[in-house]
C-alpha cells in the first residue's frame, strides 16, 4: 500500500511534469513543483521512493557509519577514565537498525509526496516525442534550444491547459514475483503498461556502480566481489576485505569496516586517496588511515583476480606508477613486481556511471561522446545551465549528467528545474561550491578550488595558501585527534572584485565533524566573499567549527591561537 495516490483513470494521466526517478533529484524536484502547482507524476521502478541514496546509497552506510563509531568510541574510552568492553556484536539488531532507519526515511518522502499531491507510478518509464523535432532544434545545442522555447508551464489543471503535451510516457509495470503470478486471477493484467502525456519531462535516472574490467573483460558481482550495494547487504563483517578504489565509496568502507576490526587492504590505482583533492587533505587522511591500521598500496592496478565459496578473494596486482609519488605523501606498500593478495571479500568502488543504458534514452540522441580510452559504457546526458537537453521541455538531473554525484547536489538541481519549468527566474545551483564530503574519520570537506586548480585558470591571480592545523583547535585536541583546513584565496580579473581585496576561491578541510560546517564555507566561496569579509565571522567557542575561523583569520594576515 502506498502512502501516496497513484492515477489509474485517463483525466488523471495529463500532467505538467512527469520525472523518472524517485531518488533525490526526483523527488525534490516532485516536490517543488507541486508546490508551485503544478500537476506532477513521478515515475520509479521502486515503489518505496528515495533512490539509490536512501535505499543502498546515503542513508544505509551512514546508519552503518555511526554504528562502527560507536564500537571505536567504546574501545577508545579509557582516554576519559572510562572501562568498557564490548562482549558481544549483534549483526541482525544492527541491520534491524539500518533497515528501520531506510524505511523511516522513505516513508517520510512518500508522506511528503502525498500531502503535494504527486501522483506515482511503479514501473520502468520511457519517454517518446509527440512531435518531430525541426531540424534546426534536432541539432541544436542544449543552450540553443532552451533560449528558443523558453517554459510556459500552466497551474491550470483543465485539460485544455495540458492539451499541448510535448511527450508521451509510457510505464511498464514491475514483472510479478512466481508467488504473485501464482495467486492472481488474472495475470496478463499485471503486465499492462500505462501512458501519461507531459508537457515537460525530468530525468532523474541516476547511476550504477562501474564493474572491474579484468584481462579485457568486467567481471561479474558474486558473494566474493562486491559493489556498495553488495557491501550493504553482508550479514556480518569480513575478516579481511580488499578495497579496489580511491574515491568517497572506497574510503567510507575502508574506514567503518577498520573501526569494526576488519583487516582492510586498499588498491589505489594512482598516487593517493581522493585523487582530485586538496594535496595536504589527501596527506593528512592517508596518514591517519594508516595509522589506524588501514593498508593502502599506491600504484597498482589488478591483473588477475579469482573467486570462489571457499577461496574469497585471490588477486594479483601490478605496477602502475608512471612517476615517484610526491614526497609529502605518506608511504604507502609500493614494489616494482608483482604481487599476490587474498581476503574474504573485495569491494569494487571505482565510480558509478550514468544509468542512461536505456534504448530509447540513446534513441533522444540527448547523451555525450564517450571517450575510446574508458571502459564506460553509458555516457551522461547533455545539458545547458539550466539543465534542459536539446530537446525544448527535457531537462536532466542528478547522476545522470556530468559533474560530482552528491545527493545534495541533486537536490539543488531538483528545487531549480521545477522553479524553471514555473517560469520562476531560479538560479542554477552553484556547481562550483558544492560541498564534497567524506564521512571517514577523519571526516573530509571539500569545497570549490584547490591552488593548483586555480592556477590553470588565467582569471586568477596572485594565488595564496593557508594552512591551519586542527590540533590547534581545543575540540579536536579533546578527542585526540587531527585535521587540517587549506584556505585558498587569489585575486580576480573582472569588474565585481576590487584588485585590493583577494576572495576565497576555496576551503578544503579533513578533521572530526568537519561536514557540520562545510556549508558555512560552501556559502563563503560560493559568493565569492573576500578573505577579510570572511574572517569577520564569529564561530562559537570552544566548536570544532572555529578552526574554520581561525584558518579564515590566519588568510586575512590576523592568526589569533597559533603563531
Avoid at 525534490?28 to 508546490?35: D, I
Avoid at 521512493?49 to 571505536?72: E, S, W
Amino acid at each position: 500500500m502506498h502512502a501516496f495516490s497513484t492515477a489509474h483513470d485517463a483525466s488523471q494521466r495529463s500532467f505538467d511534469v512527469a520525472i523518472i526517478g524517485a531518488g533525490p533529484g526526483g523527488y525534490s524536484a516532485a516536490l517543488r513543483a507541486a508546490e508551485l502547482g503544478l500537476r506532477v507524476a513521478l515515475i520509479d521502478r521502486n515503489p518505496h521512493p528515495g533512490g539509490t541514496c536512501v535505499h543502498r546509497g546515503c542513508i544505509p552506510t551512514k546508519a552503518l557509519i555511526q554504528a562502527t563509531q560507536t564500537l571505536d568510541n567504546i574501545q577508545s574510552a579509557e582516554r576519559y577514565g572510562i572501562s568498557a568492553h564490548i562482549t558481544h556484536i549483534d549483526y541482525g539488531a544492527m541491520h534491524n537498525y539500518i533497515r528501520t532507519m531506510v524505511r523511516e526515511t522513505s516513508q517520510g518522502v512518500s508522506g511528503l509526496l502525498a500531502f503535494r499531491g504527486v501522483q506515482y507510478f511503479t514501473g520502468t518509464a520511457s519517454v517518446s516525442l509527440q512531435h518531430e523535432l525541426s531540424e534546426n532544434t534536432a541539432s541544436a545545442t542544449p543552450a540553443e534550444s532552451s533560449s528558443a522555447v523558453p517554459p510556459n508551464a500552466s497551474s491550470d489543471n483543465s485539460s485544455d491547459a495540458l492539451s499541448d503535451a510535448c511527450f508521451t510516457v509510457t510505464i511498464e509495470p514491475p514483472q510479478p514475483t512466481q508467488s504473485q503470478a501464482a495467486t492472481s486471477s488474472s495475470p496478463s493484467q499485471q503486465h499492462e503498461s500505462t501512458q501519461i502525456t507531459a508537457r515537460h519531462v525530468i530525468l532523474a535516472v541516476g547511476s550504477q556502480a562501474k564493474p572491474l574490467y579484468v584481462q579485457g573483460g568486467p567481471l561479474a558481482w558474486n558473494q566474493s566481489l562486491l559493489n556498495s550495494t553488495g557491501a550493504l547487504a553482508l550479514t556480518e563483517f569480513p575478516q579481511s576485505a580488499i578495497i579496489i578504489g580511491s574515491g568517497v565509496i572506497a574510503t567510507e568502507f575502508a574506514s567503518l569496516w577498520n573501526q569494526a576490526g576488519v583487516d582492510v587492504t586498499m588498491i589505489v590505482r594512482g598516487k593517493g586517496l581522493l585523487n582530485s583533492a586538496d594535496r595536504r587533505v589527501s596527506t593528512v587522511l592517508t596518514r591517519e588511515l594508516q595509522r589506524q591500521g588501514v593498508r593502502i598500496i599506491n600504484h597498482r592496478q589488478v591483473v588477475k583476480l579469482e573467486t570462489g565459496v571457499n577461496l574469497g578473494v585471490r588477486m594479483e596486482l601490478a605496477d602502475t606508477a608512471t612517476s615517484t609519488a610526491p614526497e609529502t605523501a605518506p608511504q604507502a606498500t609500493s614494489s616494482q613486481s608483482s604481487e599476490t593478495l587474498e581476503a574474504e571479500i573485495a569491494l569494487v568502488a571505482i565510480g558509478r556511471a550514468p544509468h542512461t543504458h536505456a534504448s530509447w534514452i540513446q534513441d533522444l540522441h540527448i547523451t555525450q561522446e564517450l571517450p575510446s580510452d574508458t571502459h564506460t559504457t553509458t555516457a551522461p546526458i547533455s545539458v545547458d545551465s539550466h539543465y534542459q537537453t536539446r530537446i525544448p521541455g527535457l531537462f536532466a538531473i542528478g547522476d545522470c549528467i556530468a559533474g560530482p554525484q552528491l545527493a545534495h547536489r541533486a537536490f539543488a538541481q531538483g528545487i531549480s528545474v521545477a522553479e524553471y519549468i514555473a517560469g520562476i527566474a531560479s538560479q542554477p545551483a552553484q556547481e562550483h561550491s558544492i560541498p564534497r564530503i567524506v564521512y571517514a574519520s577523519p571526516e573530509v570537506a571539500l569545497i570549490g578550488l584547490t591552488k593548483e586548480q586555480a592556477s590553470k585558470q588565467p582569471q586568477y591571480y596572485d594565488i595564496h595558501e593557508t594552512i591551519y592545523p586542527m590540533t590547534a583547535n581545543a575540540r579536536t585536541h579533546m578527542l585526540g585527534q587531527t585535521g587540517s583546513i587549506t584556505v585558498v584565496s587569489a585575486s580576480i580579473h573582472d569588474d565585481i572584485h576590487s584588485e585590493e581585496q583577494p576572495i576565497v576561491i576555496g576551503i578544503h578541510m579533513v578533521g572530526p565533524h568537519v561536514s557540520e560546517f562545510a556549508s558555512t564555507a560552501q556559502y563563503i566561496v560560493g559568493h565569492a566573499l573576500s578573505v577579510h569579509e570572511a574572517s569577520q565571522y564569529i564561530f562559537p567557542h570552544p566548536t570544532f567549527s572555529e578552526a574554520l575561523g581561525e584558518a579564515l583569520l590566519k588568510a586575512d594576515g590576523r592568526p589569533l591561537h597559533m603563531r
